[in-house]
């Protein structure tokens, strides 16, 4: 296809021409931005925590009085919760990934209170927390019953000595890069050293998906919160799950009439809410790219519609010198491709402008290249599909309207 | 003129309906899209407090130990128990209160317990943040000395637990101990949750209200960012003298003269700690923010609704790019029309502004559909989970706002064709006609 006689006619409308260039070029930049934001999303999304989801009940319970043993409380209403219908087992932790609690510690390798620490959030848990979260172990052992210790012991001693910790991969990784992490001495917000006798293939933060570091590194420790200071986990057989939860309730209260259970809930809803804000965003983004791709086709089709009407002198002349529909239709979606490629080289630049503004006001990570070739075959493909129907008109115009003139 | 100018818009646009649906609709659902973002934004970033908020100031000390923090790293945003017990008992600020905030289970008699979100504050909280009574009044620094048992409740509650009757002087129980309803606060909603912003940026206000010293003395259990340095007994954290900073602390200061000799009053608290080994990071990063400094400094704004902003924006931009060449094609496919127009005299002023009264006509449709998309937008908003979305509202600014941006929006789409317009040459189309 001769495209000199394309540019000529281009040249001559060049107004219209770069409103078109103009408007593919925005488009291609926002959407290629837009469609890095969503992945991004949807990757956030996606990170697994390493739990049995599925598979998991959560209980709060507050007191309405001072409890005169929450030791002995909580470990009766573990029995009991364990002795339910389709429960698998049972534990207390201190906080869950997603949940509303927070606690980070500082991880030190020297008993020096200045020396250099990392930021890692800090979980309790009682026996049986490994079966019941359903986590994995890479390296070394789960706690062994002489480990365990009540946080309220804890809770009272100005020095804390635990004997054991187990961190997760991402921690390990980065206290002993050389992968020797069990066995190793660490030291956590005091003198006292812990012994690392297992690492987590994961164990998500409270947070995940968080900027800071104790939102990628967790560790966890032999400790027993209480029931006013921890979360019953059930591990129940799914299919169960709703007739444990409100079975659960039920029993935790008749336990002791001077409690209540501040919540019961699905790990799953609890994650489900957690990403509530990226889901919305991703479908935000992937409407607005949608209705930014529309609008471009109907800018598209609105100008080549005219264009057609316009030169329909031209057409007709080309057709009666022997032109044939197929020429006169990819005359139309050469010059179509010609704007599109001319907008998408603009748009390009303009995304990884965008993407600079984004990376320094936003502290988002570089557009990644390959982004730009799927922005630009999107706008290919939208601009050869917009320009059909007024290209088709314009082929099917007979020769006669060359001399009827428009 | 003008009547005749729109007169003429109706016909071209009766010519061509589906152009004209065409660019209407682009307009008004790019300025949807602006104008919801927009709003979110204006209701996140708004003053809780306008009258007041350049006179009241939140308090930071940095109190925490020196470890492998860097010389200007920031300080914690939180004061210590004995800090903040210590600037109270001193007075310097026309007004000044220490709280933080906690959850009690309140039983009415008779009624199953209720979980409620409580504050622990010193005194001045009620006038210091201008809480709106509906009976009664909070309580006296008197109150704070003697940790009386008294509270306040939220109008909510009132209605739950008294079906809205003044409930002054009855008994509420807390823990098993017995508390005097002294007032109730009507209700009252600071958008971002300012005075601590530690338990979620955008929370409703509290429940119940109870002085502070009373429960420390209950060993009542609090809520909100807790960090500590050193070594102590967990248990003993929340006691004076604990190196935990958990207590939010504002001050209120009439003039700007007295919130500089209160800074200078701060740093040299901070100095004076430092010289007796209490503090070991520097004097200077002792501070003061006003109201919507310390919002801007804590980046309370979400960065989603800040980029939802900037989209809609670069998606408004493609609209009128999109227009501005619809209105071209449009003006061009008219140059008969214009030639004819031209060659009976009318000036080129008035067909530039015959097209721009069409473009404007334009721009206020899709504004009123823009409107009309807006409120569904923000429905939307109001359907999603997010902690304020109850507080999004379109309100008269943004209302004149949305009709002034299409107007504009339009107006700027329309300049291109009608200067094109108005160079129409009409000796050329009447020939070719």
Redesign the interface.
């Known amino acids: 296809m001769d495209i000199l006689p394309i540019l000529a006619t281009l040249r001559r409308h060049k ?2 021409s770069g ?2 260039v ?2 593919v070029a ?2 291609c ?2 959407v290629c931005n ?1 469609l890095f ?1 969503i992945s991004q999303r949807l990757e956030r999304i996606a990170e697994p925590s390493g739990m049995a989801d599925e598979e998991l009940v959560l209980f709060n319970v ?1 007191g ?3 409890s005169q043993d929450p030791v002995a409380a909580t470990r009766a209403d573990l029995v009991t919760l364990r002795g339910l219908p389709g429960v698998k087992s049972v534990a207390i932790i201190n906080q869950l990934p997603y949940g509303d609690n927070f606690w980070a510690s ?1 991880m030190r390798l020297l008993p020096d ?5 990392v930021g890692v959030a800090n979980y309790f848990a009682g026996e049986g927390w490994l079966q019941t979260t359903g986590l994995r172990l890479l390296a070394g052992r789960d706690f062994t019953n002489d480990e365990y210790q009540e946080q309220s012991t ?6 804390r000595k635990i004997p054991a910790v187990i961190i997760n991969q991402a921690l390990a990784k980065r206290l002993f890069p050389k992968g020797d992490a069990v066995g190793q001495t660490v030291y956590v ?3 006292e050293p812990l012994r690392v006798v297992g690492v987590l293939d994961t164990l998500l933060s409270p947070n995940p998906g968080g900027e800071g570091e104790h939102e990628r590194f967790t560790m966890m420790l032999p400790v027993r919160p209480s029931y ?1 200071s921890g979360v019953y986990m059930v591990r129940v057989d799914p299919a169960q799950r709703e007739a444990v939860l409100s079975a659960g309730a039920a029993a935790l209260e008749k336990l002791d009439a001077r409690r ?1 259970v ?1 919540e019961k809930r699905h790990f799953i809803d609890t994650r489900d ?1 957690y990403y ?2 990226d889901r ?2 991703a479908w ?2 992937g409407a ?1 790219c949608l ?2 791709l529309l ?2 086709s ?2 598209i089709v ?2 080549a ?2 264009w057609v ?2 030169r329909t002198r031209m057409i007709g002349t080309r057709r009666a010198l022997g032109a044939t529909r197929g020429q006169i239709l990819r005359y139309f979606q050469t010059e179509n491709f010609l704007l599109t490629s001319l907008g998408i080289v603009l748009g390009m630049s303009a995304a990884y402008g965008i993407s600079l503004l ?1 990376m320094k006001s ?1 502290e988002l990570p570089r557009l990644p290249w390959a982004y730009l070739p799927v922005g630009a075959v999107l706008l290919w493909a939208l601009g050869q599909i917009a320009v059909l129907a007024p290209a088709r008109r314009a082929a099917a115009l007979p020769p006669v309207a060359a001399l009827r003139g428009n | 003129m003008f009547a005749y100018y729109f007169e003429m818009a109706l016909r071209s646009f009766r010519r061509s309906p589906g ?1 004209t649906v ?1 660019m209407v609709l ?1 307009i008004a ?2 300025v949807a ?1 602006c104008m919801t973002t927009l709003t979110v934004f204006h209701v996140l970033s708004g003053d809780p407090i306008p009258h007041k908020s350049a006179q009241l100031f939140n308090v930071q000390l940095a109190a925490d ?4 923090h860097k010389e200007d790293d920031e300080p914690t945003f939180q004061l210590t128990r004995l800090d903040a017990q210590t600037l109270l008992a001193e007075k310097r600020g026309d007004r000044q209160v220490m709280m933080s905030g906690g959850g009690v ?1 309140i ?1 009415p008699e008779g009624q199953r ?1 209720i ?1 409620t979100s409580a504050r622990y504050s010193s005194a001045d909280f009620f006038p210091m943040f201008e809480v709106p009574m509906l009976y009664g009044t909070g309580w006296t620094a008197a109150d704070d000395q003697n940790a009386a048992r008294v509270m306040v409740i939220s109008e909510e509650i009132n209605e739950r637990v008294f079906g809205g009757a003044d409930s002054r002087g009855k008994i509420l129980r807390v ?2 101990k017995d508390f005097r309803i002294i007032g109730v606060a009507k209700r009252w909603r600071p958008v971002p949750h300012f005075y601590d912003l530690s338990i979620g940026d955008f929370r409703n206000s509290e429940d119940v209200y109870l002085p502070f010293s009373t429960a420390m003395e209950l ?1 009542f ?1 609090t809520m909100g960012n807790f960090s500590c340095w ?6 003993t954290s929340r006691d004076v003298g604990a190196s935990c900073a958990w207590i939010q602390y504002w001050v209120e200061l009439g003039t700007p003269q007295k919130a500089a000799s209160y800074l200078q009053y701060l740093k040299d608290y901070a100095e004076a700690q430092r010289r007796a080994g209490r503090f070991e990071r520097p004097s200077s990063l002792a501070r003061i923010w006003s109201v919507m400094d310390w919002l801007a400094h804590r980046q309370v704004v979400p ?2 609704v ?3 902003v900037w ?2 924006f ?2 408004l ?3 009128l ?2 227009t ?3 209105l ?3 003006s ?2 008219r140059s008969g029309e214009i030639g004819v127009r031209r060659a009976l005299g009318a000036p080129r002023r008035a067909i530039f502004w015959q097209f721009l009264v069409e473009a404007g006509s334009l721009g206020l449709a899709g504004g009123l559909l823009g409107l009309a998309l807006t409120a569904i937008g923000l429905w939307a908003v109001r359907q ?3 902690s304020f979305a109850n507080y999004v509202q379109l309100d008269g600014a943004m209302l004149g706002t949305t009709l002034g941006l299409a107007l504009m929006a339009s107006l700027a789409a329309g300049l ?1 064709p009608a200067w ?1 317009a108005c160079q129409v040459m009409p000796a050329l189309q009447l020939k070719t006609q």
């Open positions: 107004t219209a409103l078109i103009l408007q925005l488009t930049a926002i837009a934001l507050s309405l009085s001072k500082g209170q200045n020396a250099e620490g804890l809770d009272e001693s100005a020095v917000d005091g003198p006013s209540i501040r809410n509530r804000q919305n965003m935000l983004m607005v209705a930014l609008v471009t109907f800018g609105g100008l519609s005219f009407q316009q984004l936003y | 152009l065409l682009t659902i790019g899209a130990a020196q470890g492998d289970a039983e317990a979980l823990r098993d060993k259990g050193g070594t102590h007994a967990p248990n960065k989603d800040q980029l939802q989209l809609a670069g998606f931009l493609v609209c790019v999109n501005v060449g619809l071209l094609a449009k061009l496919r999603g989970s997010s291109l094109r």
